[in-house]
């Protein structure tokens, strides 16, 4: 069976700090990959999203950015984090093209505050 | 551009009551999902609708799906506390590129 993983599960970190959280994906190839803000209180908002090993889309410019490694391993950076960059990260996958089905499973999620 | 909307945002149900509420979407999709989603954690999936008049059940929970009014229902039969999350749908583009628009979720409170 599939799982996924995020780590960490939690972060403070200071205005103006790097900031790196990753997600894999075990059980399956190729996988369709993304990730999502959630601000507190609020609804979904898709940050990137990945189709193969070399193809990240970004969805909203921010100071954010996204890096698949290996296939089934998904990386969110930022070089300066903002204070508007708190909030709850989910990482996603959906099996894509190849089984032909779109429904996402998500990861436990990693809950950012930046101060 | 797809446009999902829920409605209504935040729902307080008497326990025992029936309740139904509403996601619509704004461009022809057949597939349609509903997450739940407890306070502080991830997302769970619920329903998967991939046709027009699908009808899904589980527990106190149906959902169905009209792809011509653009509309699903997810109705509660007689609410308990346990039900008490925010419940997100979400309408995926059929095609190649596999994205889902969420809506902007409908928390429910169960009181008793």
């Known amino acids: 069976s599939q799982t996924i993983h995020q780590w960490p599960a939690t972060l403070v970190q200071p205005v103006g700090s790097p900031l790196s959280l990753e997600c894999t994906v075990e059980?399956?190839?190729?996988?369709?990959l993304y990730w999502y803000r959630q601000a507190a209180g609020r609804g979904l908002q898709l940050l990137f999203y990945?189709?193969?090993?070399?193809?990240i889309s970004s969805e909203v410019p921010q100071n954010l950015s996204a890096s698949r490694p290996q296939d089934r391993q998904f990386i969110l950076s930022s070089k300066k984090l903002l204070l508007s960059d708190s909030g709850f990260y989910l990482c996603?996958?959906?099996?894509?093209?190849?089984?032909?089905?779109?429904?996402?499973?998500f990861g436990p999620g990693t809950r950012l505050t930046v101060t | 551009e797809l446009k999902v909307e829920q409605n209504p945002l935040f729902l307080s149900m008497q326990e025992g009551k029936n309740y139904t509420i509403y996601c619509n979407y704004s461009?022809?999709?057949?597939?349609l999902y509903w997450y739940r989603q407890d306070p502080g954690k991830s997302l769970e999936s619920l329903f998967v609708?991939?046709?027009?008049?699908a009808v899904k059940q589980e527990g106190r929970l149906m959902a169905s799906l009209d792809t011509k009014a653009r509309l699903s229902t997810l109705h509660i039969t007689a609410a308990v506390h346990d039900l008490s999350a925010t419940y997100f749908c979400?309408?995926?583009?059929?095609?190649?590129?596999?994205?889902?628009?969420f809506g902007k979720g409908i928390t429910l409170s169960v009181r008793p």
């Open positions: 059980g399956t190839s190729n996988p369709n």
């Open positions: 461009t022809t999709s057949d597939r």
């Open positions: 990945s189709i193969g090993i070399d193809q």
């Open positions: 609708l991939l046709s027009n008049g």
């Open positions: 996603a996958w959906d099996a894509g093209r190849l089984a032909g089905l779109d429904e996402q499973y």
């Open positions: 979400a309408v995926g583009l059929t095609g190649a590129n596999s994205k889902l628009t």
